[in-house]
C-alpha cells in the first residue's frame, strides 16, 4: 500500500482525501429543500413564541405556554390578549408559507401544538364551565376579533391537516364540553363555537 501511495504526488492526494471527504458528506446528508428552508424561516419568525431562549438557563417554559396559561386561568379578555395578539402573527406567518410546504410546516411539534390547543381554547372560553343558557350567549366573553382568530384557526387548520381531521376534533370537543353529554347534538350545535357562521368574519 505504501508503495502504491508513493507514486502520487502529496497534492495529488491531498485533492483525492478532500474529494473524497466532500462525497462522503454530501452522501450521507439529506439535501436541503425549500420546504426545509421555510421550516427554518418559520421557526425563526417565532422564536420568541413558541421556543425557549436557548441562552436562558432559568426560562423552561415558551412564550406561547405561559400565555396559553395565563389566559386559562383568568378566562377573561386581559389574560388572553397578549396570546390572541401572537396567534394572528402565527397565522400571518404561516399564510406566507408556499401551498407545496403546508404539511412540512404544519408537521413543526410546536406549530402543531399552538394551533390545535388555542382553537380548543377558544371553544372552551366561548361554552364556559356549564352550557350556554341560549343561542345568544354561545361566545361567552369573546368578541368579534376573537371570534375572527378562532375563524382563522379553522381555516388554517382544515388547509393543514385536512377538513376530516378538523371534523373529528369537533366532534371530540361537543362530547368533552362540560354538560354537553345531557343534551342531544342538535342542542349542544346550536350552543358552540363551532356552529358559527366564519363567513361572517372575512
Keep these: 500500500m505504501d508503495r502504491w501511495l508513493a507514486q502520487f504526488s502529496k497534492n495529488t492526494i491531498a485533492f ?3 474529494v473524497g471527504g466532500i462525497l ?5 446528508s439529506p439535501p436541503h ?10 421557526k425563526e419568525a417565532q422564536k420568541a413564541f413558541l421556543y425557549t431562549d436557548p441562552k436562558s438557563k432559568l426560562v423552561k417554559t415558551t412564550k406561547y405556554q405561559t400565555l396559553r396559561d395565563r389566559c386559562k386561568a383568568t378566562n377573561n379578555p386581559g389574560g388572553c390578549y397578549e396570546l390572541f395578539q401572537n396567534m394572528k402573527v402565527l397565522l400571518q406567518d404561516l399564510s406566507a408559507v408556499p401551498s407545496e410546504c403546508g404539511s412540512a410546516v404544519g408537521g413543526v411539534t410546536e406549530v402543531n401544538r399552538a394551533l390545535w390547543e388555542t382553537a380548543e381554547l377558544l371553544v372552551r372560553l ?12 354561545k ?13 382563522k384557526l379553522k381555516a388554517r387548520i382544515t388547509y393543514l391537516y385536512g377538513e376530516p381531521a378538523w371534523n373529528s376534533f369537533r366532534e371530540k370537543m361537543m362530547a368533552e364540553l362540560p354538560g354537553a353529554r345531557d343534551l342531544n347534538r ?15 368574519y372575512p
Design 16 to 18: 483525492v482525501a478532500i
Design 33 to 42: 429543500s425549500v420546504c426545509d428552508s421555510q421550516i427554518e424561516v418559520i
Design 139 to 151: 361566545f361567552g366573553w369573546l368578541d368579534a376579533a376573537d371570534i375572527n382568530l378562532f375563524c
Design 186 to 200: 342538535n342542542q349542544v350545535w346550536e350552543m358552540i363555537l363551532f356552529s358559527e357562521n366564519c363567513a361572517r
Design 126 to 137: 366561548a361554552w364556559g364551565e356549564k352550557p350556554p343558557a341560549s343561542y345568544h350567549q
Design 24 to 28: 462522503f458528506i454530501v452522501l450521507t
